[in-house]
T-cell receptor, first 112, second 112 residues
Framework: EPEVTQTPSHQVTQMGQEVILRCVPI?????FYWYRQILGQKVEFLVS????????KSEIFDDQFSVERPDGSNFTLKIRSTKLEDSAMYFC??????????FGPGTRLTVL | DQQVKQNSPSLSVQEGRISILNCDYT??????FLWYKKYPAEGPTFLIS?????DKNEDGRFTVFLNKSAKHLSLHIVPSQPGDSAVYFC???????????FGKGTRLHILP
């Protein structure tokens, strides 16, 4: 069964450093999303991406965040200058048009 | 963000009995209602969904009920099995391609 994959599974970084989280969505999906879950809190929407552009973003997704689909398979989330409060599980999701969102296993980001 | 409330942080049910998970919401604009299950160190896994034009949807052991007048969503699992032990999130969106808004989750323990 096709699945969303994410790398790395765990990323440790120093505050102020840039990180890139990678996702490979399900191959025939057209809509792509990033969510995050801070420990003990809800899963929160960050950004949605369709047709090579951002379709919606949350208040969390400020100028420090960016997304890219550099080729036909990868979907990346970049945080330019990480802060302590960026520590969380980051989940990528994808869906076909009018279909359910399927989530990857997540990347645990730890900012020291 | 209090749009979605799962008031029971945990629930224990005997194997073979019915598990009933509940969720309340406040936003009457929600059109698509979902349940996700999450195991530790994994991403949310889609279980079942229902659109606002229905009040019940069934898939094997899982049935979702929607009471629009009460703004209440529930998930019934019968019979409950050990593998059902997980965190269950109710989730909502304006339409199928839109961002998902998650509840805080209910941890379900299936007792032998």
């Amino acid at each position: 069964e096709p699945e969303v994959t994410q790398t790395p599974s765990h990323q440790v970084t120093q505050m102020g450093q840039e990180v890139i989280l990678r996702c490979v969505p399900i191959s025939n999906h057209l809509y792509f999303y990033w969510y995050r879950q801070i420990l003990g809190q809800k899963v929160e929407f960050l950004v949605s991406f369709y047709n090579n552009e951002i379709s919606e973003k949350s208040e969390i997704f400020d100028d420090q965040f960016s997304v890219e689909r550099p080729d036909g398979s990868n979907f990346t989330l970049k945080i330019r200058s990480t802060k302590l409060e960026d520590s969380a599980m980051y989940f990528c999701a994808s869906s076909q048009t009018g279909d359910t969102q399927y989530f990857g296993p997540g990347t645990r980001l730890t900012v020291l | 963000d209090q749009q979605v409330k799962q008031n029971s942080p945990s629930l224990s049910v005997q194997e073979g009995r019915i598990s009933i998970l509940n969720c309340d919401y406040t936003n009457s604009m929600f059109d698509y209602f979902l349940w996700y299950k999450k195991y530790p160190a994994e991403g949310p896994t889609f279980l079942i969904s229902i659109s606002s034009i229905k009040d019940k949807n069934e898939d094997g052991r899982f049935t979702v009920f929607l009471n629009k007048s009460a703004k209440h969503l529930s998930l019934h699992i019968v019979p409950s099995q050990p593998g059902d032990s997980a965190v269950y999130f109710c989730a909502f969106s304006m339409n199928r391609d839109d961002k998902i808004i998650f509840g805080k989750g209910t941890r379900l323990h299936i007792l032998p």
